[in-house]
């Protein structure tokens, strides 16, 4: 079975200041892993995903995600925060190619602040 | 090339009525997924179904909930006697046989 916890419900940070979203998983096979974004009344836009290739994930509006399987973690970072990624961003596992069925996260709202 | 098409965006019921939610997959695939988002909540899987199989309807309530994906037309989600619990965000995706999940804009219920 699968299942994601996503720390902090709330994330505030300042305009061009880093934004670290976390997100730690539970998967008893390789997981594929997924950050969605999701802008208010809209449905979810895949940001990246890791398929067990490369650790390190680019995704799109320069956000990246680290694959780390000794803490089960994969969380989501950018560099400088844009007034433009405000917005509700879920983490996601499913068990692998094949198994398209996501768990996501309850999700973390980041709020940037001028 | 339209992406995951639902309908209504926005559907008002009183208790005890019945709420349809269509969905209509991206071109090309044949696998169609429902999720329900309740309010400050993550999305929970419901029913995953390709044309005119259900796969996995785990996460339906047993009562009241049904899901179909015909061989023509939309996937519905029907909901009968609503109760205002059932109140959420409701979401369809589709993908191909091994591709992505593309997520539809959901469909807002509101049950009064």
């Known amino acids: 079975a699968q299942s994601v916890t996503q720390l902090g419900s709330h994330v505030s940070v300042s305009e061009g200041a880093l934004v670290l979203l976390r997100c730690n998983y539970s998967?008893?096979?390789?997981?594929?892993l997924f950050w969605y974004v999701q802008y208010p009344n809209q449905g979810l836009q895949l940001l990246l995903k890791y398929t067990s290739a490369a650790t390190l994930v680019k995704g799109i509006n320069g956000f990246e995600a680290e694959f780390k399987k000794s803490e089960t973690s994969f969380h989501l970072t950018k560099p400088s925060a844009h007034m433009s990624d405000a917005a509700e961003y879920f983490c996601?596992?499913?068990?692998?190619?094949?198994?398209?069925?996501?768990?996501f996260g309850q999700g973390t709202r980041l709020t940037i602040n001028p | 090339n339209a992406g995951v098409m639902q309908n209504p965006r926005h559907l008002v019921r009183r208790r005890g009525q019945e709420a349809r939610l269509r969905c209509s997959p991206m071109k090309g695939h044949s696998h169609v997924y429902w999720y329900r988002q309740l309010p400050e909540e993550g999305l929970k899987f419901m029913v995953y179904l390709q044309k005119e199989n259900i796969i996995d309807e785990s996460g339906m309530p047993k009562e009241r909930f049904s899901a179909e994906f015909p061989k023509e037309g939309p996937s519905i989600l029907r909901i009968q006697q609503v109760v205002r619990g059932d109140s959420a965000a409701y979401f369809c995706a589709s993908s191909s046989n091994t591709g992505e999940l593309f997520f539809g804009e959901g469909s807002r219920l509101t049950v009064l």
């Open positions: 998967s008893s096979v390789p997981p594929y």
């Open positions: 996601a596992v499913s068990a692998g190619q094949g198994a398209q069925k996501l768990v």
